[in-house]
Structure formats: C-alpha cells, structure tokens
C-alpha cells in the first residue's frame, strides 16, 4: 500500500513537472503546500464547525481531473474541509475505486487500452455502452489514465494520472496538513448489488464501504471526539442501502436527493419529492444526519407584479433542520452557466445559499473560492444562527 502510494505520487509529481500545473504534489505525509494559503498556521488545525462547510466536488473538479490525485490534493490545499472521498464504484474483484459511474469510458482512455471489454449495462433505466469498472480487476484499472470529462475544462492533464482507490483516497486526507474529513458515497447500490448476486458474490457495494471505514478507523457517531479526528459523512442517492448501513455502523449519513420527480432506483419511496415532506424527513432521520439535496430544489422563483424575480425558499431547509437534519447542497460551480437563476455571480449563490437560507455546507467542483469566501465571512464576524453542524 505505502509502496504503491509513493509510486503514484512520484509519477503525479513527475507528470506535474512536465506539465506545470499549478499545484505542489505531495509526497505522502507531507502536502507541498505554498502558494496564498497560511497553511503553516492551519497545521493540524481542527474541523471548524463555527461556519458552514465546504466540500471539494470529486475534490477539486473544476481545476483537475474529477477524482484524481490532484483534484484531491489540491482541494486539501485550497481549504476544503471535507474532500469528496469519494464517488465509490467497484471493480470485477470488488475493490473500491473513485469514480463518479462504473463507466469509466468518458473519464478514462480505457475504450482505447481495453476495446474488447466494451459492452451495455442499464443502469438505473440509463443505457450505459462503453467499459464499465465491473469488468476490469483493480491490476487492468492500474494501467488506465484520467481524462477531463467536461469539454468547457482543461484538457492538458489527460492521460497523466491513475485512477485512485478508495483507500488511497483516504490516505490523501488523513495525512493532509490539518483535519480533513471524507465523504464516500456508494454509486449505484442496487445496479451494483444485483450484478454482484448474479455473479454469486458474497458482498455489497455498502459492506465494502463499510469494510474500508473501519479499516481505517471511522465509523464514530457525529461530533464525537472520535469523528472530529476523522471526520467522514456516508452518501446514497438511495435509501435502502443507507438504512442497513445504520444497522451496521454508526457513521454519520447523508441521504441525496435529486430532483423532485427523479424515482428512486431502490423504489423506497417513488421519487426524491416524497422525500422532501416533513413525515418522510422525520422517517430520514431514523437513520441520516442530514440530507444532501440538489439546489435547483431549495428555492423558487416568484415573479413580482411588477416582472421583477426573486427567490424565495421552498421550505426544505426549514423542514430539515426542524427534523434535526443537516443540509448540504449540491454542486455550486464558478462558471456562470451553473447559477441559479437571479443570482449572478457565484457569490450571490453563496450569499443566498449559506445566509439566507441557512444551508450548512456545500459540495463545491472549486472548494478554494468556497473557502476563500468563508474566510472572509469569519473576518466580518458574519453569525451562521441556523447553522446545524
Ligand atoms: C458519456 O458520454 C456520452 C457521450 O457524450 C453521454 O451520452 C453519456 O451520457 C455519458 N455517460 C455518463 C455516465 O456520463
Ligand atoms: C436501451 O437500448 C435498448 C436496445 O438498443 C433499447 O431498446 C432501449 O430503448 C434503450 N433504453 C433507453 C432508456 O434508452
Ligand atoms: C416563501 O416561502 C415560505 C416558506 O416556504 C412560504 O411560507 C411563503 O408562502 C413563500 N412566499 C411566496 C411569495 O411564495
Ligand atoms: C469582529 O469582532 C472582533 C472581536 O469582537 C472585533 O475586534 C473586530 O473589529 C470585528 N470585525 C468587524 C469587521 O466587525
């Protein structure tokens, strides 16, 4: 493990010196970090719980490759309290990887290295053509290389970094300069779980998470003195596998929730707006600490007589903390095709989001202009009064 960690460092740090990217690859245990971050005076600081939180987006997706060492290393390096640790797919031997979908085709070069492993899953009622995670073993992953999946973003680290594993994924944030916590969310559990009985597989997506968790020593409840040394939340965009993971552990647990008419694929309740509802938050928090819903869902539109608009909430926020229940929203991006409507600069975003609706943390594909912006909050002694965390 520690060989192979060394291995990918020096080729991420041999790759970064050929290319120049902005961003100090870290030897393990030790994050390069310089640049205009007093990180010597955040050394082993704490998680700060004064403020909402921000979460690198697949760590830093909107400057690297999504989930790859550097869009790790440097959302640890621009302030991320948590990095997205991470998006978990499995392999055909069952380990844990980073990626957002078992497709590895529009983020990998794996069409090009594997071509003969391409085939179609559906997944959740989606068509998914390419080469899928699921038929490679771990070894064959090891020779593929990231690509940019967004065509709007930089494509100059293409083909340069590995993909990363859960485990080294948690290696980066526990040997970040500070407390840094992770953020695993299981893709796909019932696509993922029922190809795993075909295959008379004795494990699920969720027992593998939950194996790797301990493995590495989390799995305290929420704010204990134990989870403020190793911070970590669970994620699903399902609910069932969220449910059994409380029968098992006492991780904190972040239900996601899509748009309102978007089904469940685990059927547990018929789409993502029957979860919004006060009986169903209250049902939620059974077995979550809070919920992770879409922004597009926290807010609408009203249009005044005079045709002027404004936002107002739908009362989810509200909703949620009543039922004891944390809210972190997703994804605020820095390019202006992301905002939400009337708000038009990212900072208007943040305004509405953290100060007027009360929001306690944000998945953010730029955790550093988050950061940098909460920084400033703090030194304008901004108070957060619904803050849950
Ligand atoms: C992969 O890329 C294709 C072509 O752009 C697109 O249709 C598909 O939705 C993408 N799949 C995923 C899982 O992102
Ligand atoms: C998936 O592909 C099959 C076979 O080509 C097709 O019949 C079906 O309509 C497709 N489903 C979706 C959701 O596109
Ligand atoms: C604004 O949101 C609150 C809380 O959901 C609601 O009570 C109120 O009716 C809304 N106002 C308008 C004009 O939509
Ligand atoms: C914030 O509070 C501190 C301590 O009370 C005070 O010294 C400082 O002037 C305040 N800063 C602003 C911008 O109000």
């Known amino acids: 493990m520690a060989v192979r960690i060394v291995a990918l460092a020096l080729f991420a740090l041999g790759a970064s010196a050929a290319l120049g990217p ?22 082993y600081a704490p998680l700060d719980r004064s403020k909402p939180y921000a979460i690198g987006h697949r760590g830093d997706a909107g400057e690297f490759p999504e989930h790859s060492s550097l869009a790790y290393l440097s959302g640890i390096k621009h302030g991320a309290d948590f990095i997205e640790c991470c998006d978990v797919v499995l ?17 990998t070069n794996a069409d090009s290295v594997f071509p003969t492993k391409k085939r179609t899953y ?59 916590g992770i953020y695993p969310e299981t893709k796909h559990p019932t696509w993922h779980d029922t190809l795993i009985k075909a295959r008379k597989g004795k494990t699920t997506i969720t ?50 929730m899509d748009d309102f008419t978007v089904p469940l694929p685990d059927r547990s309740f018929p789409n993502y707006g029957a979860m919004m509802t006060s009986d169903a938050l209250a049902k939620i928090a059974k077995y979550a600490n809070g919920i992770g819903p879409w922004k597009e869902t926290l807010q609408q539109t009203v249009t005044r ?13 509200e909703r949620a903390h009543a039922a004891g229940l944390q809210v972190h929203l997703y994804t605020l991006r820095n390019e202006p095709n992301y905002h939400t409507n009337t708000l038009t ?6 305004a509405y989001y953290f100060k007027t609706l009360g929001v306690d943390g944000g998945f953010t594909d730029f955790p550093g202009t988050l950061a940098q912006w909460l920084r400033n909050e703090v030194a304008k002694n901004t108070t957060w009064p619904a803050l849950k965390i």
Not at 136 to 164: A, F, G, H, M
């Open 345 to 350: 600069s990212i900072e208007d975003e943040y």
């Open 122 to 180: 559906v997944i959740d009622g989606y068509n998914s053509t390419g080469v899928h995670a699921i038929d490679l073993t771990l070894k064959e992953i090891r020779k593929l290389r990231l690509r940019e999946r967004l065509y709007s973003r930089s494509q100059v680290y293409n083909d340069w970094y590995p993909v990363i594993t859960f485990e080294e994924c948690i290696h980066f944030a526990q040997h970040a300069p500070r407390v840094v």
């Open 22 to 43: 902005d961003i100090d690859v870290m030897v393990p245990g030790y994050p390069l970090v310089d640049g205009p971050m007093p990180h010597k005076r955040m050394s």
């Open 305 to 317: 007589t005079d045709g002027t608009q404004y936002l107002n909430s739908t009362g989810l926020v």
């Open 207 to 256: 027992d593998q998470v939950l194996y790797y968790l301990k493995k590495h020593g989390y799995g305290a409840a929420l704010n204990t003195p134990e989870w403020l040394a190793k911070p970590v939340f669970l994620q699903s965009f399902e609910s069932n596998n969220l449910a059994y993971a409380r029968t098992k552990s006492q991780v904190p647990i972040i239900q996601l």
């Open 91 to 107: 392999t055909k031997d069952y380990v844990p990887i980073c990626r957002h979908e078992p497709l590895l085709s529009n983020t």
